[in-house]
């Protein structure tokens, strides 16, 4: 197959064609497969009975090492995707072939202005182009037999606190794109782009800015009626950094809002309120981007408890009667279930452990335990953490089943009051006192303990299956690391998912059992897609380590470059090779410097390096400090202080810190390592 017949094909992805996706069994055309986001398929040529013969059909090595969490798009044997640093590539879905690649060269200064490294959700197709959004802000449409550039667009301040990392969603000939960056200092937003020219049709504003400047839309003079205070001055949050649906019958968006900033209420709206609309779902109309309803997950959010999770639309029997809904499981450990046409609360229940509320009112509304607002001088140890109950991984629905299969966390974090907040600057790099986080890192080690929360160090994950309507879980697999790879539920009754630990797994959908698994050797972030060209199932999956988690830490000894696996039935290809560990040894450098150098040291690390940087178990997606060579170490002041790894996503620190507060890290770091060489 030539490139001509690929543009013909492409440039016939109409509005009818996303709409009808479900029956094109074939093709993997939109984010979630289709608008309801199931994911979903009908293809069954791979079954239990048939994975005997399931084989590699062929890989592709990316030649980069940051996170993947990209969910390939396929159209006509042709596969679209994202990778590290806003990349897109497509190649040839039955052999991996490149096609083109193309780099939007987002500057590396970026990665010190994300929240969780350098990711990147997917793209989205339509009309013989390929769109995509990149970490510094830009909407970029591709002519997608060959990669060239259409149009870009900026679509968010160049103020340095806002990113891209989700996929477009293409409703009624527009792109619909939002932003990141409520750990900084954004106000949340989703923009309509026509999808031809790139003109701007409508946004939608998720927070209340300053109401001396006259609201952009008549409900946030209502929602300003539940923030107290200069909320606007820090931005306020709310951020559409990954779910956006359609549900193109009712003609309406629904979008899922994030977190505030600062994180601390107590902080960002004193004196209380619900501070509409953050972790909430919002309706939309799709033509006007008009308010329709919302649903507010987690009022006056304190906790990062983003409503941002995937969203899927189904249609449920509820006693008795045929319903449509929507149905997430935010952060804050709640599956919902809500009339996706008017927004009433059907039903919810904890799918996690959590401790924050005693439970959820007669309309889904949580009622807190006492204590999680941490207004106590001491830190509260409360799950789900600010990682989620769920995150953004995608879960999956299958209509047969009737199950949703959640990958899910088991973590929480003792989440601590400080008032004398640093705030979000061009100057100051992530991490607590650069971020809107307000929390306070010198009271970690001295938290209020619940004895059924997850202690520090035993964070865990569960992939569970859930009965959306009677709230029960019918199987789950426990998992030794809490960030596990998305899912896909197909006809033939499996369900797939990578993980922590490099192994693809293929599932009896009903009762859990591993029936099938391939050793990808890095961790997975990405959900995996199925489709079918001339005839023959693929299922493929990006595998890269990453993400908020993965650049702190890994379960496997040996990160791999990204890598895109596919397989199919009599699939003969032979696996990329593994390599032996190559765990750098922890330093042997030593320090005499004192305790409290020491202490300064690690309040220093805290506040400015952990939000990327780990000491000890060997790093993720960046390096472990303790664990750099001696030459790291000679460098070490050209490293904080000067950007000698400037263009590798290493902050020029020079801003920020002092000669003594570089060596009162160094001391700390090194103090650490003598500890963990001595097993303390
Ligand atoms: N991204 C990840 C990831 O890639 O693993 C995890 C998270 C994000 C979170 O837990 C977040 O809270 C989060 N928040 C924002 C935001 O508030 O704007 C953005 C993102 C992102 O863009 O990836 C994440």
């Known amino acids: ?68 969490q990209s969910t390939p798009v396929v159209v006509d044997g042709i596969m679209y995707f994202t990778g590290p640093w806003s990349v897109v590539w497509a190649v040839d879905a039955r052999n991996g072939a490149v096609l083109w690649k193309y780099d939007p060269e987002v500057p590396t200064a970026m990665a010190s202005k994300l929240c969780c490294g350098v990711i990147n959700r997917g793209v989205a197709i339509y009309q013989g182009a390929v769109f995509f959004g990149t970490l510094d802000g830009r909407l970029i449409s591709l002519e997608a037999s060959s990669g060239r550039i259409n149009w870009s667009v900026q679509t968010v301040p160049e103020d340095g606190f806002y990113s891209i990392t989700g996929a477009p969603r293409i409703v009624n000939g527009r792109v619909l794109i939002g932003n990141g960056g409520a750990e900084f200092k954004a106000r949340g937003f989703v923009t309509a782009y ?21 609201f952009e839309q008549p409900e946030l003079a209502l929602a300003a009626k539940t923030w107290n205070g200069e909320w606007w001055k820090q931005g306020g949050g709310g951020t559409v950094w990954d779910a956006i649906n359609y549900d193109p019958e009712l003609n309406l968006v629904y979008i899922g809002v994030g977190n505030g900033s600062h994180w601390n209420r107590e902080i960002r709206s004193p004196g209380g309120g619900d501070n509409l609309y953050l972790s909430s779902i919002v309706a939309l109309d799709a033509d006007t981007g008009e308010y329709r309803w919302h649903f507010q997950t987690t009022p006056g959010d304190s906790w990062d408890y983003t409503a941002t999770q995937p969203i899927i639309l189904a249609d449920l029997e509820i006693d008795g009667e045929p319903r449509k809904v929507l149905m997430q499981a935010p952060k804050n450990g709640f599956f919902y279930v809500i009339d996706r046409v008017t927004g009433e609360f059907i039903s919810g229940d904890n799918y996690v452990y959590q401790n924050w509320t005693t439970g959820l009112d007669a309309n889904g509304r949580p009622i807190e335990a006492e204590g999680a607002r941490y207004l106590s001088g001491k830190a509260h140890w409360l799950t789900p953490g600010p990682l989620g109950g769920h995150n953004w991984f995608p879960m999956a629905f299958n209509r047969d089943t009737g199950l949703v299969y959640i990958p899910t966390g088991h973590q929480s974090m003792a989440y601590s009051y400080r008032a004398d907040v640093g705030y979000a600057s061009h100057e100051v790099p992530f991490g607590p006192l650069g971020g809107n986080m307000s929390l306070d890192g010198k009271l970690y080690n001295e938290p209020v303990f619940d004895p059924k929360a997850p202690p520090p160090g035993q964070r865990s994950g569960r992939l569970i299956a859930y009965d959306p309507i009677k709230h029960e879980e019918v199987w789950g697999i426990d998992q030794p690391f809490f960030y596990n790879g998305g899912v896909l539920t197909t006809a033939a009754g499996l369900v797939m998912q990578g993980d922590a630990e490099g192994i693809f797994s293929i599932r009896d959908a009903s009762t859990g059992e591993a029936v099938w698994q391939y050793d990808v050797r890095s961790g997975v972030l990405a959900p995996p897609i199925t489709y079918a060209v001339d005839g023959e199932q693929y299922i493929s999956l990006l595998v890269g380590w990453g993400g908020s988690q993965g650049l702190l830490a890994k379960a496997v000894d040996k990160l791999y470059p990204g890598t895109l696996y596919t397989w199919k039935l009599g699939g003969s290809a032979v696996a990329p090779a593994k390599q032996a560990s190559d765990m750098a040894a922890l330093t042997e450098l030593t320090t005499d410097a004192d305790l409290i150098a020491v202490g300064r040291g690690f309040n220093h690390f805290i506040n400015v390096c952990s939000g990327c940087h780990e000491l000890g178990a060997g790093g993720g997606a960046v390096p472990d400090i303790a664990r750099s060579s001696d030459a790291v170490f000679s460098i070490y002041e050209d490293i904080v202080l000067k950007g000698a790894l400037a263009s590798q996503g290493m902050p020029n620190l020079g801003a920020v810190l002092n000669q003594q507060e570089l060596a009162d890290i160094k001391a700390y770091v090194l103090y650490h390592a003598a500890r963990l060489r001595a097993g303390v």
């Open 194 to 214: 026509a999808a031809d020219t790139g003109e701007q049709v409508w946004r939608f504003y998720t927070v209340p800015g300053n109401p001396a400047d006259g």
């Open 1 to 68: 197959k030539g490139s001509v017949e690929h543009v013909q094909k492409v440039s016939a992805i109409t509005d009818s064609d996303l709409v009808t996706a479900d029956s094109n069994a074939a093709d993997w055309l939109s984010y979630g497969r289709t608008y309801s986001e199931d994911r979903y398929s009908p293809l069954k040529q791979i079954t239990r009975e048939s994975l005997d013969s399931l084989g590699l059909a062929w890989s592709l090595e990316l030649g980069t090492k940051r996170g993947i």
